[in-house]
Nanobody, 126 residues
Framework: VQLQAFGGGLVQAGGSLRLSCAASGFTFDDHAIAWFRQAPGKERERVSCISSRGGSPDYADSVKGRFAISSDNAKNTVYLQMNSLKPEDTAFYYC????????????????????WGQGTQVTVSS
């Protein structure tokens, strides 16, 4: 399984970016895909999660109403649309996959995930 995250960059506060996570070698019907981020000196935190079983995605309180996660199964790609970006959103963003039938509500911790992408840097200037 390979996950490739891209789409990061430098953007001014209030701007938008869309991250993509392209999965290959992926044959699991039941899974959850999440976006995490890690800023220097801080712990890795889950930003959002979406399950292959459907249902409402999960979001961290800090991004609710600004970020939206979606998936395109035909392209094996998960997206994270980030709007109204703030300087505190600056971090390295990773996508991760958990295999199996587990709801996103149980997958907050990074150690719950089986596979990780290499990450992409998002920098928001004030």
């Amino acid at each position: 399984v390979q996950l490739q995250a891209f789409g990061g960059g430098l953007v001014q506060a209030g701007g938008s970016l869309r991250l993509s996570c392209a999965a290959s070698g992926f044959t699991f019907d039941d899974h959850a895909i999440a976006w995490f981020r890690q800023a220097p000196g801080k712990e890795r935190e889950r930003v959002s999660c979406i399950s292959s079983r459907g249902g409402s995605p999960d979001y961290a309180d800090s991004v609710k109403g600004r970020f939206a996660i979606s998936s395109d199964n035909a392209k094996n790609t998960v997206y994270l649309q980030m709007n109204s970006l703030k300087p505190e959103d600056t971090a390295f963003y990773y996508c991760a996959v958990r295999v199996g039938v587990v709801g996103c509500v149980f997958l907050v911790d990074q150690y719950e995930y089986n596979y990780w992408g290499q990450g992409t840097q998002v920098t928001v200037s004030s």
